[in-house]
């Protein structure tokens, strides 16, 4: 969904949160549009070009969108015939190769942040979106039985193929595979020499080059609706957030978001979104943030050189990582 508000672009998808500004001034370059519904959010790719480019730009453009329209068909969990949801009907399934490399990047996630980012307890995962979807919290037994059901070790591999350990166990990649689809939207815009990019897949953004020879600038909306928390100026990289902004039911007054922290089987509380800036990865890292909350979530930040964070806590109070400063209205990272 695009709103236009007072010359600024929101580019917000279903659960998120990252806009970009757009320029006043015109230039002799050609900016280049397109948007498709995948991955249950609106996909948008923006790609600056030269001039006389512009209708290679936007077959390169729709050529990603393509790609993330067959990347949705392995991974989906909401549909049985793809990969993920094969394996979660208990079937030994040969995983594709791109598959095989969003599961190698949700596990290398999950050990980073000691489990906080966990793809193996779709299962629990499933019961919440049921428990939203009726607007009623599930029993405690049911949780704990659920927060029991998960793990790598659960991921078999015999002969090349996979196949989940325990029965009624599900994997969910919806914390990462928007992400890597926006990185392969993005790689694919580099090797048909479109560098100056943007790929949004509803707030999990792949971002590369320049902004019309400008560094690209996003709008952080505020998580409940008080405007916007600041501007960023992002480096090439990855951008995303996550937060309970949009995906949440309320019980006696309490929130209650989709982000589920694994190990207590019950939905993340404290934050209200995170944005996270990394070379790659950062849809994983946003969400494995918004468990951990800002203590802890800083002290992952500090092993992970050349990531950074935004933390927005519920009454507003915005937090950054240390490689971070705000100057202003805009945040940046620092030199
Ligand atoms: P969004 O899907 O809105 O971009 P996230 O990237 O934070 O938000 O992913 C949240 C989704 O990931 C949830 O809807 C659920 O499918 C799954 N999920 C929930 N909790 C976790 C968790 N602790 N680790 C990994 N995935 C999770
Ligand atoms: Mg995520």
């Known amino acids: 969904m695009s709103v236009g508000l007072a010359g600024v672009a929101l580019l917000t998808g279903l659960g998120l949160a990252a806009r970009h500004v757009r320029s006043a001034t015109a ?4 900016r280049v549009r397109v948007a498709r519904a995948l991955m249950g959010t609106e996909v948008e790719v923006v790609v600056w070009s030269a001039a006389g480019r512009a209708s290679a730009a936007r077959a390169a453009a729709e050529a990603a969108l393509d790609d993330i329209a067959r990347l949705e068909g392995l991974l989906s969990d909401y549909r049985a015939d793809s990969e993920i ?3 979660g009907r208990g079937e030994t399934v040969l995983v594709s190769a791109d598959t095989r490399a969003v599961l190698a990047e949700a596990r290398s996630w999950s050990e980073r942040s000691g489990g906080a980012f966990d793809a193996t307890r779709g299962a629990l995962y499933q019961r919440w979106r049921a428990a939203r979807a009726a607007g009623q919290l599930p029993a405690p037994g049911e949780l704990s039985a659920l927060v029991a059901l998960g793990g790598w070790d659960e991921v078999r591999e015999e002969a090349g193929r996979l196949r989940l350990g325990r029965p009624g166990m599900r994997l969910d990649l919806g914390g ?3 992400g890597f689809a926006a990185e392969r939207a993005s790689a694919l815009l580099l090797e048909r020499s479109f560098p100056d990019h943007l790929v949004d897949c509803g707030g999990d953004l792949a971002v590369a080059g320049s902004r019309d020879g400008a560094p690209w600038r996003l709008a952080i909306p505020d998580p409940r609706g008080r405007g916007v928390v600041a501007t960023l100026l992002v480096r090439p990289g990855t951008v995303a957030t996550s937060g309970d902004a949009q995906r949440f039911f309320e019980v006696g007054g309490v929130r209650y978001g989709h982000i589920i922290d694994p190990r207590t089987g019950w939905p993340a509380r404290g934050t209200a979104s995170v944005t996270a800036l990394a070379p790659e990865g950062a849809d994983a890292l946003a969400t494995a943030l918004y468990v951990l909350g800002p203590e802890r979530g800083l002290a992952l930040l500090a ?3 050349e990531a950074h964070a935004i933390f ?3 009454d507003g109070a915005v937090r950054l990582s240390p490689g971070l400063r705000r100057r202003g209205a805009v945040i940046e990272v620092a030199r």
């Not at 230039?27 to 050609?30: D, E, G, K, N, V």
């Open 176 to 178: 990462v595979a928007k």
């Open 312 to 314: 927005v806590a519920a």
């Open 85 to 87: 949801g094969r394996l």
């Open 303 to 305: 092993g992970l050189p």
């Open 27 to 30: 230039t002799p370059r050609q």
